[in-house]
């Protein structure tokens, strides 16, 4: 049987780790005795999760909007006080504001803009100097195959994660040579309250936030000498069409 790798001297930043995809990447590193801030929009989530992972001496759980660029750069600032430095960055949190270019209203375009592509910018403006005094690291950007594959309805989404894909590769070539590497992870459907409900009965097909997380975790224990830039991660047998 293999033995599961531990982490006990990383450090994590996850955002939007409350619910979802976020948390079940805290919830791998933690368990793999890793230190992780996570942040969240509201405080009863925020403080939801901080007491489902458990382990006060090694999670801190804040409020914080990752579309104010002092909330990224406070998140940053806790991870080094608290844990003495800072190994990854998982830009997990986003939004889907779905509907058509000529209905969707400026306000549901900026939120979904400024949420899935500037508040990555943020993080990762803030996070880089931190990284590089560790003399390497991981930024790893949760995007969608949404990036690639457009769908009505879906102008502000797609936008932003095409817009998140381009700013990755281009992150990439960038802080390489600091020992920094940078990958994205294209999910295909997924089992979450993504949609604004529950998951149903009849989703047994999609891929799990467990799934997701562990491409992050596989992400980690890849040899430091290669780089998977770029994961598309689907559901193995999606319903049939027609």
Known sequence: MTETRQFPDLTAIVTGGT???????AAALVERGGRVVLSG???DTVAGARHTLGHPDRVEALRADVRVPEDAERLVRRAVERFGGLDVLVNNAGLGRFASAADMSI????ETI???LSGVFYCCRAAIPALRARGSGWI???SSLAGKNAFVGGAAYCASKAGLNAFSEALMQEVRYDGIRVSYVMPGSVSTEFGGGPPGPGEAWKLTAEDVAQVVIDLLEHPQRSLPSRIELRPSQPPRRG
């Open 19 to 25: 619910r979802g995809i976020g948390l079940a990447i």
């Open 41 to 43: 929009l509201r405080d």
């Open 107 to 110: 306000e549901a375009w900026r």
């Open 114 to 116: 400024d949420t899935n």
């Open 140 to 142: 790893i950007n949760i």
